[in-house]
Structures are given as structure tokens and as C-alpha cells.
């Protein structure tokens, strides 16, 4: 299943912030450069480099890998929650479910 942009808009923001889980898949999917609704490893390295982390190549294949439970080597909709699990133990992002 791809992952679903609902018309929710994510603003400039310090990324010591809180941010919804629906607020973080909007950021994630502007990432989704050939928009086939899925984020490939390099889409989520691009991400990870854009707010300023170290080491985004292992960062990212370890990502996908967390997050990957089908083994695709994608991130779709049905496993966008390991990434948020992910994105708070690793890169230090606060997403809450709201």
C-alpha cells in the first residue's frame, strides 16, 4: 500500500519539535521523488540529510531495513510505523500520535 498524503501540511520547524505521525508522512513523502507512493533507501537518505544527520547512507539502509517487514527494500503505508519507531530511536525525532 502506498503511502497516503491527506492534505495535512507540514511547516518550517525546528526539528527539536514534536510532530504528529501524520505530520511526519508528509515530510516523508515530499522525499518520494518518483512518486510511486513508496520510499526507496535513497528517498530516505535524502531525508535523513535534510535535517542534518550524520552517517544518512547507513542511517538510511538501516531505516529501511528496520522498517522493510515484507523485505520489498521499500517503506509503504503498512509499514510506516516502524519507521516513526525508528525515526525516535535513531535520528532522534519526537512524533507523537495525535
Same mark, same amino acid.
Given at each position: 500500500m502506498a503511502i497516503k498524503n491527506n492534505a495535512v +501540511? /507540514?511547516?518550517a520547524r525546528s526539528w527539536d519539535d514534536e510532530m504528529t505521525t501524520?505530520?511526519?508522512k508528509v &515530510?516523508?513523502?515530499s522525499?518520494?521523488?518518483n512518486k510511486d507512493g513508496r520510499i526507496s533507501r535513497d528517498e530516505l537518505r535524502r531525508?535523513? +540529510?535534510s535535517i542534518r544527520v550524520r552517517f544518512s547512507g &547507513?542511517?538510511?539502509k538501516r531505516? /529501511?531495513?528496520y522498517a522493510d517487514s515484507n523485505g520489498d527494500g521499500f517503506i509503504d503505508?503498512?509499514?510506516i510505523d516502524n519507521l516513526v519507531e525508528f525515526a525516535q530511536k535513531n535520528l532522534g525525532l519526537k512524533i507523537v500520535a495525535y
Open positions: +501540511r /507540514v511547516t501524520e505530520e511526519f &515530510w516523508l513523502k522525499f518520494d521523488t531525508a535523513i +540529510r &547507513w542511517k538510511s531505516g /529501511v531495513q503505508d503498512d509499514e
